[in-house]
C-alpha cells in the first residue's frame, strides 16, 4: 500500500532507505534489513495418505489449531546471508533478544550494524531497556543504527522479499507445533545460505523522483 499523494514523511523516510541501499559493501558496518511474520500452527484431524506414483498426497479437509508463532527474518542483502527464526510471542523482549543475538553472535566484530526494520511498536530503542539491564541496554544500542520504513512502505524493506520466499517456499503447508516449524525454517535457511541467494536492488532515490513523482508534495516559488 502507498500512501496519499504528497506525503513529506513518506519520501523523505522512503529516499533514506534507498539511500542506504545503494551504500557499498562495508564489512565493518554491515547493512541487515530485518522483518517478522505471524503464522497459524494447523495440525491434522487425521493422518494423511502419502503420495505415490498415482497421486499427490491426500489430507482431509478439516484441520485443528494449535495457536499462533512468530517468524523474525534478518538478511543481509550485499552478503547473500539470512537467518531466519521461530519465536512462540512477538513482543519487544523478543524484539530485543533478537538483536542481541544478530550483533553479539552473527556480527561480533562489527564496529556498528546499520539496521533497516518496519516502525513497529516493539521495534523501539526502548525494548533494549525494558529487556536488559541499563549497562547492557547501552552497549547494544551504541552498535545499532536504526533506520525505519515509512507508514505503508514495507515494500521498502528487503526482509520482506526473503519472507515471501519463505512463505513460497517453506511455509505453504500444514505445520502443527512449534518444533516442527523450527525444524523446517531452519532447514530452509541452511540451503538458502548454500545457494548464495541474494537480492539485486535496482530502485534507486532518482527512479523514486519520477515513477512516484506523485508523491512528492509540490513546492511552489514565490
Request: glycine residues 2%; charged residues 25%; negative net charge.
Amino acid at each position: 500500500m502507498i500512501p496519499p499523494t504528497q506525503n513529506e514523511e513518506f519520501v523523505a523516510h522512503m529516499e533514506e532507505i534507498l539511500e542506504l541501499y545503494h551504500r557499498p559493501f562495508d564489512p565493518e558496518c554491515p547493512l541487515i534489513c530485518m522483518d517478522e511474520q505471524p503464522i497459524q500452527l494447523i495440525g491434522e484431524t487425521r493422518i494423511p495418505i502419502p503420495a505415490t506414483i498415482n497421486h499427490p498426497e491426500i489430507f482431509d479437509y478439516e484441520y485443528k489449531r494449535n495457536g499462533t508463532a512468530n517468524i523474525f527474518m534478518f538478511t543481509e542483502p550485499l552478503n547473500s546471508w539470512r537467518n531466519a527464526t521461530v519465536r512462540i510471542n512477538k513482543t519487544k523482549n523478543d524484539w530485543a533478544l533478537e538483536i542481541k543475538e544478530l550483533l553479539d553472535v552473527y556480527y561480533p566484530n562489527a564496529n556498528k550494524v546499520i539496521l533497516v526494520c518496519d516502525n513497529y511498536s516493539t521495534h523501539t530503542m526502548g525494548a533494549f531497556y525494558a529487556t536488559f539491564p541499563p549497562e547492557e541496554a547501552s552497549r547494544l544500542l551504541k552498535r545499532l543504527e536504526i533506520h525505519y520504513t515509512p507508514k505503508h512502505g514495507s515494500w521498502l524493506n528487503i526482509a520482506e522479499c526473503e519472507l515471501s520466499a519463505l512463505t513460497r517456499q517453506c511455509l505453504d503447508r500444514r505445520m502443527g507445533d512449534l518444533e516442527t516449524l523450527k525444524r523446517e525454517v531452519n532447514f530452509w535457511k541452511v540451503k538458502r545460505n548454500e545457494l548464495q541467494k541474494g537480492v539485486d536492488w535496482q530502485f534507486t532515490t532518482v527512479d523514486a523522483r519520477i515513477k512516484l513523482k506523485r508523491l512528492y508534495p509540490q513546492i511552489k516559488v514565490s
